[in-house]
């Protein structure tokens, strides 16, 4: 498999430390919030790496932190914690917080099929983990203390820029996201492994340490969880390319300070998910998320569809045209299927057509995840002039790398068209009798048989509106 590597900026074969097994991280959300679909879309792909994986017999183990405290607004050593300003617009603690933003972000991925990982850890689980880190930075001479927090001194680096090279004129303050003024710095660009109790004495989380009470940066949290749960090295670390500087960059400084060696060989960046209006953001406007998607009518897996056409590594425009587009698209595919589906049962396995198409899919993602080349593979085996039985087989294969549950949907599509049959085949005047039916059952305040009589009309296909000048009818 190829797969561009950010830290080298070209693509490489990937080859784990361990044949067959692959030790993967991946940078958990911070739970202040629901995650919007622009967050999403980077675990999604994340998850397709995964499933790839393990459908070429990789063993992944993978771990991912969840920042439930520590995650500065700005990304800088300045500013609020996101976590705190969760929890003062919900007037709500911090963990209760943490708690109910982690349990959403959790059910969202479900309903993107994106599998839950192997690990996760709250960063609040592992204070001490970081406090000893830490103490092994200053006693290797990577860190120093000064007004009350403890900085990681990036001036001992022989290289700390790892993805992008950057001018000087880029980190004065307010030219760049992310670069704050702190006096404190020896340099601009050392960041705060500890803040004691000199600095935000509202955080409502803190903890004893060798340097006084307070929290841990945010930085800290990836390069201790990681350690900790996949040792020295990794064989690869995956995050939004907004991530890539400056938490990915000193997550680098400070595991390799700490190890002496190269930690993480492949860096693995899902580039943004963007709007007319920019980059998508919990700051601009109404949240994007999941259920909004469900409110206006979307099924999530037709979102993920939508991220599957285009490639990691591309910026995506998103807005409801497009994915309207993607969801006829998806529609039509799943018709498609559902007519294999129907006749699954006709002709043998073909073991060298499957073969082809098989190749041809693994052939796209080997190409740097090429998702949207898989599914023209998957394509090209529903107008290949093979046997049904080879197409449904291909399909189901196919499907434990994409994650859109095809026959599942094919399946429940098929339960629609018949029960639209179902309700064409009633007659109007079944249905107009039904509905006087149940009219005369609100009018006894018999409520219960009414909800029945509607429902019964539902599962037909037939769908009642009720208005000011009585009830009609649709059949669907």
């Not at 933003?101 to 960063?123: R, S």
Request: aromatic share 10%.
């Amino acid at each position: 498999m190829i797969l561009y590597n950010s830290a080298s900026r070209k693509k490489e074969e990937f080859i784990t430390a361990e044949p067959g097994r692959c030790k993967m991280y991946t940078c958990g959300p911070t739970v202040y919030h629901y995650a919007h679909i622009g967050n999403l879309r980077s675990y999604l792909m994340e998850d397709v790496l995964e499933r790839y994986l393990n459908y070429t017999g990789c063993t992944v183990e993978r771990v991912m932190n969840i920042t439930d405290v520590g995650h500065l607004a700005s990304d800088a050593d300045t500013g609020e914690d996101k976590m705190l300003l969760g929890a003062k617009r919900e007037n709500k603690s911090v963990m209760d917080i943490a708690r109910f933003y982690t349990d959403a972000f959790f059910a969202d991925a479900e309903k993107l099929n994106i599998k839950k990982p192997d690990t996760v850890v709250p960063a609040t689980s592992c204070i001490a983990d970081f406090i000893e880190l830490i103490q092994t930075l200053l006693d290797k001479g990577y860190a120093y203390e000064a007004g009350g927090n403890i900085y990681f001194d990036t001036a001992k680096l022989d290289k700390y820029y790892v993805f992008n090279d950057f001018n000087e004129g880029d980190l004065a303050v307010g030219v760049r996201d992310g670069v704050g003024a702190d006096a404190n710095k020896r340099s601009q660009t050392d960041f705060v492994l500890w803040f004691t109790k000199s600095k935000f004495d509202d955080q409502e989380l803190k903890w004893e340490s060798p340097w006084g009470v307070g929290y841990p940066g945010w930085h800290i949290e990836c390069s201790s969880i990681a350690l900790k749960h996949l040792g020295p090295t990794l064989d690869i670390h995956c995050g939004g390319i907004d991530n890539a500087f400056p938490h990915h960059t000193n997550e680098i400084a400070q595991s390799e300070a700490c190890t002496g060696n190269a930690w993480c060989r492949f860096w693995f960046h899902v580039h943004h998910l963007n709007t007319d209006a920019g980059k998508m953001s919990k700051s601009k406007g109404k949240t994007l998320t999941v259920s909004v998607l469900e409110e206006e009518g979307y099924d999530p897996i037709v979102y993920r569809f939508f991220c599957l056409q285009s490639h990691y590594r591309k910026a995506m425009l998103f807005s409801y045209e497009n994915l309207n587009n993607a969801r006829t698209a998806f529609d039509k595919l799943i018709a498609r299927i559902a007519a294999v589906v129907r006749q699954k049962e006709e002709g043998g396995l073909d073991e060298q057509a499957f073969a082809k198409y098989k190749s041809l899919f693994c052939e796209a993602l080997d190409n740097d995840l090429n998702t949207s080349l898989a599914l023209t593979a998957l394509y090209d085996v529903l107008k290949a002039d093979i046997s049904a039985h080879t197409k449904y087989a291909l399909i189901e294969d196919f499907d434990r790398v994409l994650g859109l549950s095809l026959l599942d949907h094919a399946a429940a599509s098929e339960e629609a068209s018949g029960q639209k049959a179902a309700g064409a085949s009633l007659s109007e005047e079944a249905i107009l009798a039904a509905i006087a039916e149940r009219a005369k059952a609100k009018k006894e305040k018999d409520y219960a048989r009414a909800d029945a009589i509607r429902n019964e009309l539902a599962e037909k296909g037939v769908v009642l509106i009720d208005g000011p000048a009585g009830t009609t009818y649709q059949v669907k």
